[in-house]
């Protein structure tokens, strides 16, 4: 359900902190693979999936809360560059841009998915 996600090519069972999974993504017309690890689960309120490529440490991080009218989902990116100084601020900012874009994308395609659910 997330668009921009064409394939996870590995998950290892069952999910939960520790475990790993590679997911491919095609997103501003770039394909590229990425590892993550599970760092937090508490489910279904609060995951924390990390992922350590292209000089960047980036959590994602996906809370979910109970409210009167159904759910609130929040997802954050939490961007950290490996590389120095001014180039790793710029490194966070371009990668930034393209990790908010996605993460709008993402949770549009959630609250679709749930009111489809709901219906």
């Not at 490529?53 to 997802?75: P, S, T, Y």
């Not at 590389?83 to 549009?108: C, I, K």
Request: proline share 4%; hydrophobic share 45%; no cysteine.
């Amino acid at each position: 359900w997330i668009p921009f996600v064409e394939e996870v090519l590995s998950v290892s069972d069952p999910l939960g902190p520790g475990e790993s999974y590679r997911e491919r993504t095609r997103f501003l017309g770039i394909s590229d693979v990425s590892d993550w690890r599970i760092v937090e689960w508490d489910a279904p309120r609060r995951q924390v999936h990390r992922s350590s490529n292209k000089q960047l440490d980036m959590d994602l991080v996906i809370e979910i809360e109970a409210i009167a009218a159904g759910a609130r989902v929040q997802q954050e990116a939490v961007l950290s560059s490996r590389m120095p100084g001014l180039l790793g601020q710029l490194h966070e900012r371009a990668f930034g841009f393209v990790a908010r874009s996605g993460l709008e994308q993402a949770v549009a395609a959630a609250k679709r998915q749930l009111e489809l659910a709901d219906a």
